[in-house]
Nanobody, 126 residues
């Protein structure tokens, strides 16, 4: 059973930066797609970024393009979410998730992911 462990959340002021990490316990086909989702209180869980463990594919939500970057260190089997120019509306619980590849791409729908980390809180104050 693949396990995910997030770290790196915290509280910052507007314009600040944070880097989230997601350690993946095993590199298997079931965890080929790695994604970051976030959920604010009272809101739907939304996709922020996805990437494929084999490289060559990434997705970033329009709301974070130009500010967030998803990357991975295959040697450490870790996925990162670098978040710059943070805004109060970025405040949420951030979750790392993994799933198998779907016809050569990674889902953006959180319901298609069956492996989840515990979540890490990001709070941006104005």
């Amino acid at each position: 059973q693949v396990q995910l462990e997030e770290s790196g959340g915290g509280s910052v002021q507007t314009g600040g930066s944070l880097r989230l990490s997601c350690a993946v316990s095993a590199d298997t086909p079931s965890s080929a797609c790695r994604a970051w989702f976030r959920q604010a209180p009272g809101k739907e869980r939304e996709p922020i970024a996805t990437t494929y463990s084999g490289g060559g594919y990434t997705y970033l939500a329009d709301s974070v393009k130009g500010r967030f970057t998803i990357s991975q260190d295959n040697a450490k089997n870790t996925v990162y979410l670098q978040m710059n120019s943070l805004k109060p509306e970025d405040s949420a619980m951030y979750y790392c998730a993994a799933a198998q590849l779907y016809f050569g791409t990674c889902h953006r729908n959180w319901k298609e992911y069956n492996i989840w980390g515990q979540g890490t809180q990001v709070t941006v104050s104005s």
